[in-house]
């Protein structure tokens, strides 16, 4: 089992900046892929990246134009998510995840950590 718990969430205005975080215990994260999803009012998750934990390789989703970055500290085993110029529309949940790398369903969730962007 693999534990997952976000924090950093909360109000900022458009423009601003955020970053959440992503700790993990339970396992030994070296066969494992994270990755950052978001749920906004009355739509479905969607995926934004995610980062191999072993050889610290990022995936993006295309629509977000570079304007998040995910990153990690093994010593920590924590997952960062650093989100720039934000939009009123990133308004969401956040939520991380977790999957053994060779498989591809995400298996491991956190509770979420709300994220709102008043315009």
């Known amino acids: 089992q693999v534990q997952l718990v976000e924090s950093g969430g909360g109000l900022v205005q458009a423009g601003g900046s955020l970053s959440l975080s992503c700790a993990a215990s339970g396992r030994t994260l070296s066969s494992y892929v994270m990755g950052w999803f978001r749920q906004a009012p009355g739509k479905e998750r969607t995926f934004l990246g995610s980062?191999?934990?072993?050889?610290?390789?990022?995936y993006y989703a295309d629509s977000l134009n570079e304007r998040f970055t995910i990153s990690r500290d093994n010593a920590k085993s924590t997952m960062y998510l650093q989100m720039n110029s934000l939009k009123p529309e990133d308004t969401a949940v956040y939520y991380c995840?977790?999957?053994?790398?060779?498989?591809?369903?995400?298996?491991?969730w956190g509770q979420g950590t709300q994220v709102t962007v008043s315009s």
């Open positions: 980062i191999n934990w072993n050889d610290d390789i990022t």
């Open positions: 995840a977790a999957r053994v790398r060779s498989r591809l369903i995400w298996t491991y």
